[in-house]
């Protein structure tokens, strides 16, 4: 249902770059989603088959990796004025390491907790800078050249996420 709106809203709706860009982002967020619920049923199906240290390992890796991809994509899709929403991307970090750490005993579940708010603290950041590259002190001086800029890093991030989430499941398969 949402392939077929992205598809007619691409093709029939008039867009500007900026809107382009806003549903390309929400595409790439989709997508994380999907392969974060398939990397979890997996985690939950196979779990108990491996030690505490493979499984610790594994919970962080998807848990870093998925709390920076949504929390950098939470913020460049919410709205930049708006002080209530800079919880949004901590709080869906915090959810993410609680899913995976609960998998593991209790010191895990610590660990899984600090990684999800660690990468979803990191997501915000690296998106306020691609939103607004004066923070760091960056000459970028055209809107286009920060829009281009926002797109090649959100794919990045989504490939990266998509090359953690198939290492893991490669490694649940060896």
Known sequence: MVFLFLVYSLFFIPLNG???TMLL????F???LIDLSSV???FKKKHRLFD?????TMCMAITMISSFALALYLKLLLP???SGFYLVP???GICIGLLFG???QSPALLNGIFNGIMGSIMGMMFGAVLRNPALCNIPIDSAAMIESNIVSLAIFTACSHALVSQFIRYSFKV
């Open 18 to 20: 900026r809107d382009v």
């Open 25 to 28: 982002i929400i595409f790439l």
């Open 30 to 32: 989709i997508w994380n």
């Open 40 to 42: 979890y049923w997996l």
């Open 52 to 56: 505490d240290r493979f499984s610790t």
């Open 80 to 82: 930049v004025n708006q």
């Open 90 to 92: 901590i709080i869906v």
């Open 102 to 104: 609960v998998f593991i």
